[in-house]
């Protein structure tokens, strides 16, 4: 995942990780993500959380058969 400013400069990637990970979604306060992840290219994954810098990625959920297309923070 990736950060770019409005005028589409400054690019800065976020997530270097195997597999993918993608929808993400600010915390209403922005100042963390949510995204889901699949270790290995699959329909199944877990959810994960990082700081809006890219630090700190924490893995939420250890489900393997969870469907996590679209995690999101719910209701602000």
């Known amino acids: 995942m990736f950060t770019v400013t409005v005028d589409g400069r400054h690019l800065r990637k976020l997530t270097d990780v195997a597999g993918n990970a993608y929808n ?4 209403p306060d922005g100042r963390q993500i949510t995204f889901a992840r699949h ?3 699959s329909p199944t994954g877990d959810v994960y959380t990082m700081r809006a810098d890219g630090t700190g990625m924490r893995r939420l959920t250890t489900t393997p058969q969870l469907d996590t297309h679209q995690p999101d923070w719910g209701p602000a």
């Open 24 to 27: 993400p979604h600010w915390s």
């Open 39 to 41: 270790r290995r290219l």
